[in-house]
C-alpha cells in the first residue's frame, strides 16, 4: 500500500480509497459487524441501511487517514493542520510538569504526534500497542524509529513488561505521555464506564498511571475534516482525585469524565472511531 500511495498521484486517491474501502467491507465480516454493533449502541434508531452505509463511512475515513500518513511519512509536506480549541492547547502547552494526553482512535496518531511534540517544549512519549502481525511490527518500528527525537519518543506496550512504571517515573521527571483511552488492548486491567447510555469496558491504566504519577488529564482528538486537512480538537483538563481511602471511586469518577468528553466528540463525529471491535458490553434492549 505504501509504494503504491508513494508512486500515485494525488487525482487518483479518490478512486483508490473508494474502491478498496469496497473490497474491506466485504471481506472483513467481523469488523464490519463490530462497527455495526458500535453504532447500533451509540444510534439505536439508525435503520439496517444507515448502519451499513455508517459502517461504510467509518472504513472509507481509516482509508483516508492511512494514506494520509503514507504522504507525510514519505516527507511530502501536503497536511494542513487547524486547533480547534486554541486556550486549551496553549494551556497545555504552557503547562508545567508531567501531564498525560488521552485520545482514542481517530484521524491519525503517527500523523499528529511527530508534527505537535515540539511545541510542548518537552518529550511527548507516545504509547502504542505492537501491531498484531510481527512483520508488520518490524516495518513500523523502523518508519517510527525515522521520528525519534530529544521531543518525542514512541514506546510499545508490550504484554508482560513494566511499561506503567517507567511511564510513571517519566511523568513525575515533567514529560509528557500520550495514550489511547477508548478499547482494551491485551491482558490489561479494565474498568466499566457510560456511553449513549450503554455501559462498556475501558483501560483503567491511563487513570491508575495519572494517580501514580500525580498528573492531570488532557483529552485531545485528532479529527480529519476533508482533503488533507486535519484539526486538533483539545477538552478541559481534569485530574484524578488523590483519596487514598478511596481510590477505585476516584478512577470511576475520573472515568466518567472521560466518558462524557469521548461521548461529546464521538456524537458529532463517530464516522472517525475507528474501532474495530464491539466495546459495548449492552446492546440495545437489554437492561
Aim: charged share 25%.
Amino acid at each position: 500500500m505504501e509504494r503504491c500511495v508513494r508512486m500515485s498521484p494525488a487525482w487518483i486517491e479518490p478512486i483508490f480509497v473508494f474502491f478498496w474501502s469496497v473490497v474491506f467491507y466485504l471481506l472483513c465480516v467481523s469488523q464490519r459487524r463490530a462497527v455495526v454493533a458500535n453504532l447500533e449502541s451509540m444510534f439505536p434508531g439508525w435503520s439496517w441501511c444507515r448502519l451499513q452505509a455508517g459502517a461504510y463511512r467509518v472504513i472509507w475515513n481509516f482509508a483516508w487517514s492511512l494514506i494520509d500518513g503514507v504522504r507525510a511519512s514519505a516527507g511530502q509536506d501536503v497536511i494542513e493542520w487547524e486547533i480547534d480549541g486554541e486556550g486549551e492547547f496553549h494551556q497545555l502547552v504552557a503547562s508545567e510538569g508531567g501531564a498525560i494526553i488521552l485520545t482514542a482512535h481517530m484521524g491519525n496518531y503517527d500523523l499528529a504526534a511527530p508534527v505537535f511534540a515540539e511545541r510542548f517544549g518537552r518529550r511527548l512519549n507516545v504509547v502504542r500497542a505492537p501491531e498484531r502481525d510481527s512483520a508488520l511490527q518490524e516495518h513500523y518500528e523502523k518508519r517510527r524509529a525515522l521520528q525519534q527525537s530529544a521531543s518525542f519518543a514512541v514506546r510499545y506496550n508490550r504484554p508482560g513488561e513494566m511499561l506503567g512504571v517507567e511511564l510513571a517515573s517519566l511523568l513525575r521527571s515533567g514529560e509528557l505521555v500520550a495514550l489511547q483511552g477508548d478499547r482494551l488492548l491485551f491482558e490489561v486491567s479494565p474498568a466499566e464506564g457510560v456511553m449513549f447510555e450503554r455501559r462498556l469496558r475501558l483501560p483503567k491504566g491511563p487513570f491508575a498511571l495519572a494517580l501514580a504519577g500525580k498528573s492531570p488529564l488532557w483529552p485531545l482528538f485528532i479529527i480529519r475534516d476533508g482533503w488533507r486537512h486535519y484539526r486538533i480538537r483539545v477538552g478541559k483538563k481534569f485530574e484524578v482525585s488523590n483519596d487514598r481511602r478511596n481510590r477505585e471511586q476516584a478512577i470511576s469518577n475520573a472515568i466518567e469524565l472521560w466518558c462524557a468528553e469521548l461521548e461529546d466528540v464521538l456524537s458529532e463525529f463517530w464516522f472517525q472511531w475507528f474501532v474495530f471491535e464491539p466495546v459495548f458490553t449492552e446492546t440495545p434492549g437489554e437492561k
